[in-house]
């Protein structure tokens, strides 16, 4: 573990984010099966906003090679944690939802009180499902609710009325429950088919005993959890990751304390290339638009409520990247950058927070960062909305511009 040292840079906190999210050429990842593999977990609320998420974090891809990943298997979305629609690979699918799931059962359990929904009800939706993706392939969301109404399942109100609680429960359920899953992409709709082939959770780090909560595999499952969040999202507090996970705060503590003391074990398979490095423990000097010093082995630290965990390797990473960290940046709406955190005060501040979702309702924009700060955000067919502290100058203008056509024509490929 490295000696304690100060790293001082403009905006350190973000420019260090901006590099663990994998968003400069020295951390893009070679694809963007691999671009999701690293951060585990990915926004995948709004369908038109995936694309954009993964070909900025993967070296040279397009729209198509993402509707590559999706119809060739290596990708899926669905609600494996914290109740919000996510993209992961098929390998790490089944042990995720399997290690978290229990945080949302007390809401999962009164929903169906409320809405009437019994075992005997879901299994019949269940078999309903399978059946029909049996006879006709990968299928779209409204031919499944049309299959759900023919069983009698649905009545007729309730499978014509949009946004209807009834039909999304058994929707969000199945796929939680490991049965369905979303993949192939068509237009802006994901289409759904049999998660059972999906490789299972016993493949994942809690080994044969799987990863539910209360096996033996759990507390490796939250440990590799917390290890690919830190690596891909560090610097980071507990309080990110038990709001990224719905994790008490005193289990997501134990989880990063645990990749800490894994990923700096002798036996521990580093490979940059692949972010697999040590973490290491922070603080940052200033809060969260300060610097971050690290903390050696031999500094008495341990968990602690201002304690950051971040990749060992990222302050030497900013040094020999520090023009490219400030570069402008075009993210979609939902981006990790900028939802992946507790507290982004370091991204932007709250007339900015206001800015990105003017209606406070969960709905955001896409967004424009320059040197670590967001300076706009660009509506989906509208014109720039510039933030109230952004430095207009042609230099921004320019460069805004820029990153937009580029990453626009890379979408359109």
Known sequence: MPAARPVAAPREMSYLRILAQGLVPATTAPDVVEAVRRQLAMQGQQPSAVPHALIIRADGATGSDVDAAFAGGHLVRSWPMRGTVHITTTADHHWLREALMHRTDAWTRQSEERLGIDDALLRSAADTALALIQAEGPTAR??????????????????????????????????????????????????????????????????????????????????????????????????????????????????????????????????????????????????????VRLLGADAGAGPGRDVLYLRADLPELLEANARAVGRTLFLPSFDELHVGYKDRLCLTDAAGERLICPAANGMFRPLLVDRGRVVAVRPVGEGLLWADGARRSARLEAAVDRVVRRVERRLSR
């Open 142 to 291: 409204s031919r499944l609710i049309e299959a759900w109404q023919e069983a009698g399942l649905l009545d007729s109100a309730d499978a014509s009325t949009p946004g209807t609680w009834h039909r999304r429960h058994l929707l969000v359920r199945l796929q939680r429950e490991g049965v369905l899953v979303q993949g192939p992409r068509r237009g802006n709709e994901h289409l759904i088919v049999d998660a059972r082939a999906l490789p299972g959770a016993e493949t994942g780090p809690g080994g044969s005993g799987g990863a539910a909560h209360g096996t033996g595999g759990h507390r490796a499952a939250l440990a590799e959890i917390a290890r690919r969040y830190a690596a891909s999202h560090g610097p980071v507090s507990a309080a990110d990751l038990a709001r990224w996970t719905t994790l008490p705060l005193a289990q997501a503590t134990r989880a990063l304390e645990d990749a800490v003391e894994v990923t700096n074990a002798a036996a521990y398979p580093v490979d940059p290339a692949a972010a697999r490095v040590p973490l290491v423990r922070a603080r940052a000097e200033g809060g969260l638009r300060g610097s």
